[in-house]
């Protein structure tokens, strides 16, 4: 059975959407804890990437950017990423290690300090899947629209 792929249009916020604050989509107290923005096409689509990511990467990657706050790259401890994730710290260094050899991740060791986590390699793929859907598309359309 083939999984259906949802549009891009669907993965976009309806036209004047309101309740865009974290505290009208969650509530002020747990967003008083802070709030993680997530890519909606990486949430629909980060199982379509080749090599496929899997549910225990994505809670990774997901992990990560609760510590991205800019350009920069994250660097939160195994510890740190294993205790949120309920995992023991090899098991989050195991994830990690499957993100690099996907390509997804590339790990910068620093002697006596967390990791710094560069995610640009994920971006650079899904961006590339994401233009890879829009031509698919604009291909179905047009061969929609020729009778």
Same mark, same amino acid.
């Given at each position: 059975?083939?999984?259906?792929?949802?549009?891009? /249009?669907?993965?976009?916020?309806?036209?004047?959407? /309101?309740?865009?604050? *974290?505290?009208?989509?969650?509530?002020?107290?747990?967003?008083?804890?802070?709030?993680? *923005?997530?890519?909606?096409?990486?949430?629909?689509?980060?199982?379509?990437?080749?090599?496929?990511?899997?549910?225990?990467?994505?809670?990774?990657?997901?992990?990560?950017?609760? !510590?991205?706050?800019?350009?920069?790259?994250?660097?939160?401890?195994?510890?740190?990423?294993? /205790? +949120?994730?309920?995992?023991?710290?090899?098991?989050? +260094?195991? #994830?990690? +290690?499957? #993100?690099?050899?996907?390509?997804?991740?590339?790990?910068?060791?620093?002697?006596?300090?967390?990791? #710094? !986590?560069? #995610?640009? *390699?994920?971006?650079?793929?899904?961006? /590339?899947?994401?233009?890879?859907?829009?031509?698919?598309?604009?291909?179905?359309?047009?061969?929609?629209?020729?009778?």
């Amino acid at each position: 059975m083939m999984k259906k792929k949802p549009k891009l /249009k669907e993965l976009a916020p309806p036209e004047g959407a /309101k309740g865009r604050k *974290p505290a009208d989509r969650w509530t002020l107290a747990l967003v008083k804890e802070g709030f993680t *923005p997530v890519s909606n096409f990486f949430l629909a689509h980060y199982h379509d990437l080749k090599p496929e990511i899997t549910h225990g990467e994505a809670m990774l990657i997901i992990q990560l950017m609760s !510590f991205k706050w800019d350009a920069d790259m994250p660097y939160p401890s195994y510890k740190t990423l294993a /205790k +949120r994730m309920l995992l023991k710290d090899a098991q989050a +260094r195991s #994830l990690a +290690r499957g #993100l690099e050899r996907k390509r997804y991740l590339h790990r910068h060791v620093r002697i006596n300090m967390p990791n #710094l !986590f560069d #995610l640009k *390699p994920l971006f650079g793929a899904l961006e /590339k899947l994401r233009s890879e859907r829009i031509a698919e598309e604009t291909a179905a359309g047009k061969k929609g629209a020729v009778r």
